[in-house]
């Protein structure tokens, strides 16, 4: 037992540790950070912040031999390199995927980790009913694509969802709560968000370097920071929910609709126009400015007409949604969608 880090190797390489207990630490019983090749045997991880994790920007610094006889709070270590068609134990204390293709993660409870989930360059990985909580990255997805990420609690996690130089990854119905950021997406691109609800989060979502993400019917609910977006372009946000959640946005360029007209069912009568979202903000500053009340929507297709856009204050400049909705997405009853 100690009062900081149990086992802390950076940068050192060809390790071994068997048969160790670190217990009660303050920070982390066992961390690989950029420490290749090194080897775990029967250590067993009890009690700490954070019981173990592996830290790297290579793929060697992933490369290591971990198995089963290493263990966190009583749960088995899954640390997986090169495997094809497999499905993870549910008895998992901490899942490694390195270097795989095809990975199931599915029904698992994992918590005071490094990493719940740890996803390196691999390829059509799939996450679901999986529980996060109490660790640094709830799942972190780092040079991996075509991963399928779905139905997971991401909560109380520094960061919750981490994606960096990760495309084509596909998020769907995910619950992101009381993080300190949501989602951060760092050189990642072509990504798609779709009915995810990133709440009460200090950030909400935050993306840097990362082009032509989409988000559609996602709802953003009481973060401080709701949307960051820093040297990132052409992203697309569309039939989403922010909900006292303000964006910033620095040196982007955002899409704020649709690309191609939506035709929708809104109080019981069928309409076709772009969509852009639903601002809690829009109807406020409208209501009490010149706009006023009703008028905002004078035909009831439910797309807002005044002024005839809203002016998304950004922080470092002001966006435009032209077609912000009246009510929040769940009034909206798709025919056709944009893809």
């Known amino acids: 037992m100690n009062t900081e880090k149990g086992f802390y190797l950076v940068s050192s390489t060809s390790n071994s540790l068997a048969d160790n207990k670190a217990s009660a630490n303050k920070e982390v019983g066992i961390l690989l950070d950029k420490s290749g090749n090194s080897t775990l045997t029967n250590n067993m991880m009890e009690g700490n912040y954070h019981n173990f994790g592996v830290d790297g920007d290579s793929l060697p610094h992933f490369y290591h031999d971990i198995n089963a ?85 991401i909560s109380n996690n520094n960061w919750g969802i981490n994606m960096i130089f990760s495309d084509n990854n596909f998020l769907i119905q995910n619950t992101n709560s009381n993080n300190t950021i949501g989602i951060i997406l760092s050189v990642s691109n072509d990504n798609k968000f779709v009915t995810n609800n990133i709440s009460n989060n200090k950030y909400g979502i935050t993306l840097g370097a990362s082009n032509i993400n989409k988000f559609a019917t996602n709802t953003i609910s009481n973060n401080w920071h709701g949307l960051s977006l820093v040297d990132s372009q052409d992203n697309f946000f569309f039939t989403n929910n922010f909900i006292n959640s303000s964006v910033y946005s620095l040196t982007s360029t955002t899409i704020w609709n649709s690309v191609l007209e939506m035709t929708y069912i809104y109080n019981g009568k069928t309409h076709t126009n772009f969509m852009g979202n639903y601002w809690t903000r829009y109807l406020f500053s409208e209501f009490f400015g010149t706009g006023g009340g009703m008028e905002q929507d004078n035909n009831g297709d439910g797309i807002g007409e005044v002024p005839p856009y809203y002016n998304i204050p950004t922080g470092s400049g002001t966006d435009k949604d032209n077609y912000p909705l009246m009510q929040p997405y769940e009034n909206y009853i798709y025919v056709t969608a944009d893809e």
Not at 93 to 117: E, K, M, S
């Open 69 to 153: 006889s290493n263990h966190v709070d009583g749960k088995p270590i899954y640390y997986w390199i090169d495997y094809r068609e497999r499905q993870i134990p549910t008895d998992a204390g901490f899942v490694g995927i390195i270097d795989c293709i095809n990975i199931t993660v599915r029904d698992l409870t994992l918590t005071n980790n490094n990493v719940g989930v740890l996803v390196a360059y691999s390829v059509g990985s799939e996450i679901e009913n999986v529980n996060v909580s109490n660790t640094y990255d709830g799942i972190s997805l780092l040079a991996s694509s075509y991963s399928f990420i779905a139905n997971n609690t």
